[in-house]
């Protein structure tokens, strides 16, 4: 299984842009990377998922180098509402069903 | 359904009682996912189904948590002899199919044994 390394927590005010990366060094080759974002008191939410290079929503975008080690997910132009945890995942149909979730980023975005 | 429900929202129990937490979710989806989450912290794996088939049950903290899935739908979590380590949020989650295909969570029960 694919282990995941995010920093605990990120601080930003509005109108930035944040970056947030993750390292997936053991990655295998049918992995895929996924990102949730968290807020208090609910469910992970789905944000984007990618294989290779970036993936683009209306929501975020996804950076993944040549070497797959990493991963970035980038959201434009924060705000107050952006504050959550965000999960990066990493797996793949080898799994089965069995992915397991880093510990999350913390990210309070501050007027 | 719309989307993954959970029920009950919120369950008070007394230590030593056996509670049930049920996850209806979205209509179709043959993968169904129960995870767990103490207060702050990550989400800790617990156990997956493959319509009523759960292959994996290695991440069930103990033998008094149960699962199981039936018809290919609702599944119940059940956790017997609670204990106050057992208080958490439970979370439930499904997919089309297994494997990291995109999981849409419910919003979770949240479990407090006194």
């Known amino acids: 299984l694919a282990k995941t390394t995010q920093p605990i927590s990120m601080d930003s005010y509005e109108g930035q842009e944040v970056n947030i990366t993750c390292s997936h060094n053991?990655?295998?080759?049918?992995?895929?990377i996924t990102w949730y974002q968290q807020f208090p008191s609910q469910g992970p939410r789905f944000i984007i998922q990618?294989?290779?290079t970036k993936v683009t929503n209306e929501v975020a975008s996804l950076f993944i180098p040549a070497d797959r080690k990493s991963s970035t997910l980038s959201l434009p132009r924060v705000s107050l509402s952006d504050t959550a945890v965000y999960y990066c995942?990493?797996?793949?149909?080898?799994?089965?069903?069995?992915?397991?979730f880093g510990q999350g980023t913390e990210l309070s975005v501050k007027p | 359904g719309a989307g993954v429900s959970q029920s009950p929202s919120n369950k008070v129990t007394e230590k030593g009682k056996d509670v049930e937490l049920r996850c209806d979710p979205i209509?179709?989806?043959?993968?169904l996912y129960w995870y767990r989450q103490s207060l702050g912290q990550g989400l800790e794996f617990l156990i997956y189904?493959?319509?009523?088939?759960?292959?994996?049950k290695s991440g069930l903290p103990s033998d008094r948590f149960s699962a199981e899935r039936t018809g290919g739908s609702v599944s119940t979590l059940t956790i017997q002899r609670t204990q106050q380590e057992d208080s958490a949020v439970y979370l439930c989650?499904?997919?089309?199919?297994?494997?990291?295909?995109?999981?849409?969570f419910g919003s979770g029960t949240r479990l407090t044994v006194v």
């Open positions: 189904f493959q319509g009523n088939s759960a292959p994996d």
């Open positions: 995942l990493v797996g793949g149909d080898n799994q089965g069903g069995k992915l397991i």
């Open positions: 990618g294989y290779k």
């Open positions: 989650a499904s997919s089309p199919k297994t494997g990291n295909y995109g999981y849409t």
């Open positions: 209509s179709g989806h043959t993968a």
């Open positions: 053991n990655i295998a080759t049918n992995d895929y």
